[in-house]
């Protein structure tokens, strides 16, 4: 039931942002954005060396609050200082209070790559995610088919 409702709420949010900021935007203002660091070099560098993710999460459903107020560029900051490969952006409202903006946000303030952690169910959240400084989402394989994970997959390749 969790996965279900935290896809609706996914698609009702994607909706709303549909409507604001149309795909044609989106992709002109990715023509004007530099290439993102790359997401499997970071994490995969160095033999027998450990590489963190660092996550940037607002809320848990079963914790609750996790630093909630604290800002992210001061979280991402320092994670990199700290010596993160890489940094999980937790973009989901539902029941993470995380925010699209969390991921432009830290986007302008590191330059490791960033990975976008939502339910992401659609390419414009792709082109989204890449438009606000992410390297790589992450799919939710229990929240998707898998003819629709191969199709995320595929356009998040391109």
Do not use: H, W
């Amino acid at each position: 039931m969790f996965i279900e409702d935290a896809v609706s709420a996914a698609a009702a949010s994607l909706r709303e942002r549909m409507e604001s900021t149309p795909t044609a935007t989106l992709e002109r203002a990715l023509a004007a954005r530099p290439k993102p660091p790359d997401f499997n070099a970071a994490v995969s560098r160095g033999v027998g060396r450990v590489n963190i993710i660092a996550e940037v999460k607002r809320m848990s459903p079963s914790a609750g609050s996790i630093r909630e107020d604290t800002p992210v560029a001061e979280l991402v900051r320092a994670y990199c200082d700290a010596g993160a490969a890489a940094v999980s952006v937790l973009t989901s409202e539902y029941k993470f209070g995380g925010r699209i903006a969390d991921l432009l946000e830290a986007g302008r303030e590191i330059d490791i790559p960033l990975l976008r952690k939502d339910f992401i169910v659609d390419p414009y959240q792709v082109l989204e995610s890449r438009v606000c400084g992410a390297s790589a989402v992450l799919l939710v394989a229990a929240a998707l088919t898998v003819a629709r994970i191969r199709a995320l997959e595929g356009y998040a390749r391109e």
